[in-house]
């Protein structure tokens, strides 16, 4: 499944929220990877944010990283730079973004 996401990011983060991700833990994207993950691009406007990655299971990717300790470690990192998060709960899964239009 293909799942698109928004968060923003805080304007006087987005040096710290891009080094981090050129340092994304590989312990975190393995597990990802185990979640059914198949890729997860971020582009970004300003400080808009929008995700799309493609997994098996998007409930199943939430359920497997929300108390995964490399995750928690990372969303509390994020926390500190975003002013929207992404969702790693339960009803997370609902945060997609619906489709508009399709080639």
């Known amino acids: 499944m293909r799942v698109a996401l928004h968060t ?16 994304v833990p590989a312990e975190l994207t393995a597990a990802i990877g185990s ?13 808009e944010l929008f995700h799309i ?5 998007y409930p ?10 490399v995750n928690t470690a990372w969303q509390e990192k ?3 730079l975003l002013d929207i998060s992404h ?6 899964a609902e945060a997609g973004l619906p489709v508009v239009w399709e080639l």
């Open 53 to 57: 990655l493609e997994c098996e299971s």
């Open 60 to 69: 199943r990717l939430l359920a497997e990283l929300e108390h995964l300790p």
């Open 8 to 23: 923003r990011v805080r304007a006087d983060r987005i040096a710290e929220y891009e080094a981090a991700h050129r340092a």
């Open 35 to 47: 979640a059914g993950v198949t890729s997860w691009t971020i582009w970004r406007s300003g400080t």
């Open 78 to 80: 994020m926390g500190e």
């Open 87 to 92: 969702d790693y709960s339960k009803d997370g």
